[in-house]
């Protein structure tokens, strides 16, 4: 097939996302949530068979609700139409959309994940690239080939040719080979990684084949299901991270680590036992078995990359921040607990420091910044640590700043994880503010998307001034905004919805202190940038493009990022959200031999630059704390 044919056949597909299983399955557009959910475990009642009479199949639309059919205004009351509610069998999927089938009344309870993803250098690895980690290669040995008693081994290697002449195999694959050469009357499948024959399968599998992509976020932990044929994405499924009962960032579970004795091995095995279910998940609704899935490639900060392999990264918690390594590894995923073949192999990214992790290199590889020779490309990965990289193929450095919670939405008066009820966008219209809401809802709270949207716009009509004060507006196009601006406490604070129309029963407010937790935040990011782009020499202008990886780095408005201060002064049309970018880099490097070793050199030639130690960091800190005074909007 052609690759404008691939391309082709890529945009017939749309993804529905099923919570609260958070099962993402890749579907031809027009199908029905029926047909989508028929051979997933999914549990749908009916009671006419799909046939759109007994009303009995209702799911909930979270994304865009089209209007209903027919049979759906027959069998729904206005109340259930309202809501989002229609009726399974009836649904076309036409777009991507997000589902749910849980109990009534506790959507609430579901996160919304980053798990889709924009790949800037390539949108796909063409067909005609697709070079796995894992060949398959087809082997038909002849019939005299063992007449001289020559070993099984040798027999395939000989097939094989001199690019196999040192082929090994694990004793896993040798114990069975016998049989399986037998089985397969000696025309068979063989499973190479490297020099190893990983396996020898039936000849009906030589176009199968399957590989995992693991993104380690210390609070959510995505799978991806990928063949190795074709390099199409199968499945996407994620969950919460296990570790988060032991502290919700980094910091917490060292601290975690440093206090209990077995900590370290109770962290890999929590993070373990989530990627096995990860897994579970995605061969069960793919109808594969964990005999298919060959090989994975995980990444994630270097702490998380250290709990996967058994490591501890109690060197991380102090100066001089020290892991236990930072080269990418390649180790039999069995070894780890992983539940795939028994001779699969795990990858994990290359690191550069203690805080720049698999996870910054994997969206580094995915923005191919490296291939850049003339453009300048500023990346930023947007959590609880801003990790930042900026330049280009002859020059690029990258650091790590400690911009706190409140980017995530954590440590905020109204603060929330991007879940239901979470104001994740604001926008000005009519003299009001309007909410955009995660699952269309009652707000109940602001996740870090709805924080900055809330401030940048405050900022812009005037209701918080550039050090960073709520105050009350005195222009008279904003004045109906004058009852919301509140006094507690000697201060202002800003009442986005009272308690009578949050969905918590509880009033949401924006207060002085979230906006002083936001400033140390975007101050903290945006002195990492300034003191990266004095180490480069450049100046704001010379920055070609922006990219934002990362949760936040998706939803948040690019233009509400630049009226904080939290990205520079640029042109709002150079900022590009990458989606997550980590799993993308990793799924390159799956796909494509040469992603492992363009990671590699990367990781190489990125120059890491520590702020701690470093005065003019501090001082740029400063200079930020307060908002532009330029009104970008
Ligand atoms: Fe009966 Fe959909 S299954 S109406």
Redesign the pocket.
């Known amino acids: 097939m052609s690759t404008k044919e691939t391309k082709k056949k890529k945009t017939r597909q749309v993804w529905l996302n099923v919570l609260p299983d958070n099962l993402w399955l890749k579907v031809d557009k027009g199908v029905s949530i029926?047909e989508a959910l028929e051979y997933t475990d999914i549990d749908?009642t009916?009671?006419?068979?799909?046939?759109?009479?007994?009303?009995?199949?209702k799911v909930k639309i979270i994304s865009a609700v089209d209007p209903p059919s027919a049979?759906e205004e027959d069998?729904l009351d206005q109340d259930e139409l309202e809501q989002g509610i229609r009726?399974?069998?009836?649904t076309k999927i036409n777009h991507d959309m997000v589902i749910y089938t849980g109990e009534e009344g506790e959507e609430g309870d579901f996160l919304k994940i980053l798990t889709t993803s924009h790949v800037i250098t390539d949108m796909y690895i063409p067909l005609s690239q697709i070079d796995p980690l894992v060949d398959k290669k087809l082997v038909i040995l002849p019939s005299d080939i063992q007449k001289d008693g020559l070993s099984d081994l040798d027999a395939i290697k000989q097939v094989l040719g001199p690019k196999y002449r040192d082929l090994r195999a694990p004793l896993t694959c040798l114990r069975k080979l016998t049989d399986r050469l037998k089985e397969t009357a000696f025309q068979g499948t063989a499973i190479l990684h490297e020099q190893w024959l990983v396996d020898w399968q039936n000849e009906s599998k030589a176009d199968c084949g399957y590989g995992l992509v693991f993104d380690l976020g210390t609070s959510t932990v995505v799978g991806k299901l990928f063949s190795l044929n074709d390099g199409n994405e199968v499945g996407v499924t994620s969950c919460l991270n296990s570790q988060s009962r032991h502290g919700a960032d980094v910091i917490s579970r060292l601290q975690y680590i440093k206090d209990h004795s077995r900590g370290v091995a109770r962290m890999h095995q929590l993070l373990v036992s989530d990627l096995n279910l990860l897994t579970e998940h995605l061969l069960k609704t793919a109808g594969l078995t964990k005999d298919d899935i060959f090989v994975a490639v995980a990444a994630g900060n270097t702490t998380m990359q250290h709990f996967l392999l058994n490591l501890s990264p109690i060197g991380i918690a102090e100066a001089p921040f020290s892991p236990v390594l930072t080269d990418g590894l390649i180790e039999k995923a069995a070894d780890l607990g992983l539940k795939m073949h028994e001779a699969a192999m795990l990858y994990t990214m290359p690191m550069k420091s203690g805080y720049i992790g698999g996870d910054l290199l994997s969206v580094a590889l995915a923005s191919g910044v490296a291939e850049q020779q003339d453009e300048i490309i500023l990346g930023l990965d947007l959590g609880t640590n801003g990790e930042l990289f900026l330049g280009n193929g002859k020059k690029l450095l990258t650091c790590s700043a400690a911009a706190g919670p409140a980017l995530e939405g954590a440590k905020i008066s109204s603060g929330m994880i991007a879940k239901a009820g979470a104001i994740e966008g604001v926008s000005y219209g009519s003299h009001r503010l309007k909410y955009k809401v995660i699952g269309n809802i009652k707000p109940r709270g602001l996740c870090g998307s709805g924080l900055v949207d809330l401030i940048a716009i405050l900022l812009h009509l005037g209701v918080i001034d550039d050090e960073g004060l709520i105050v009350p507006p005195d222009k008279q196009t904003v004045k109906k905004l004058t009852s919301k601006v509140v006094k507690r406490n000697g201060v202002y604070d800003f009442l986005i919805v009272s308690a009578k129309d949050s969905g918590s029963g509880k009033a949401v407010y924006l207060t002085q202190k979230d906006v002083r937790a936001l400033q140390l935040a975007k101050a903290a990011i945006a002195a990492g940038v300034e003191t990266l782009m004095d180490e480069l020499a450049i100046g704001v202008s010379d920055i070609d493009h922006v990219y934002l990886a990362g949760a936040l780095g998706n939803y948040v408005d690019p233009l509400s990022t630049v009226r904080i201060g939290l990205i520079p002064q640029v042109d709002p049309k150079i900022i590009k959200s990458l989606g997550n970018a980590a799993s993308q880099g990793a799924a390159m490097v799956l796909l494509a031999k040469k992603y492992w070793r363009k990671a590699d050199q990367l990781a190489h030639f990125i120059q890491h630059v520590e702020l701690s130690s470093r005065r003019d960091f501090n001082e740029h800190f400063i200079g930020h704390m307060y908002f532009p005074k330029q009104n970008a909007w």
């Open positions: 029926w749908i009916s009671d006419c068979g799909g046939m759109g009479t007994c009303g009995k199949c049979e069998l009726l399974a069998c009836r």
